[in-house]
């Protein structure tokens, strides 16, 4: 059996969540979190929620053992797009892309 959690539009672009989401890929629960509790950047702390956030669906929905789960697939999908304009010389505008991302982890007993 595997359990889900979604974070939609979390305010981090895909590209550097992606980074965050390979460290942690494949390895056991436990490790995963220590892993993302220890890297010094934003998307490893929204990662962390989310793998917590399923952890907890696992344990209290499924009532799957927490020691036994292992994060069978976790992945970062784009979101929507803010956009915003700078101004620039000229009366012109430079565009500004803000970013934002769904974070999906999926765990499974092992």
Do not use: W
Request: with cysteine.
């Amino acid at each position: 059996m595997e359990v889900k959690a979604i974070a939609k539009t979390v305010r981090v672009p895909a590209r550097k969540a992606r980074i965050v989401l390979d460290l942690v890929r494949g390895k056991n629960v436990a490790e995963a979190a220590a892993i993302l509790k220890f890297k010094p950047n934003y998307a490893a702390e929204v990662c962390g929620k989310v793998l917590k956030s399923a952890v907890s669906n696992a344990v209290n929905n499924h009532q799957l053992t927490e020691e036994k789960l292992y994060i069978k697939a976790c992945y970062a999908d784009e979101s929507v797009t803010m956009k915003r304009f700078k101004p620039a010389a000229k009366g012109s505008a430079h565009p500004i892309m803000k970013r934002t991302s769904h974070i999906t982890f999926v765990v499974a007993e092992r």
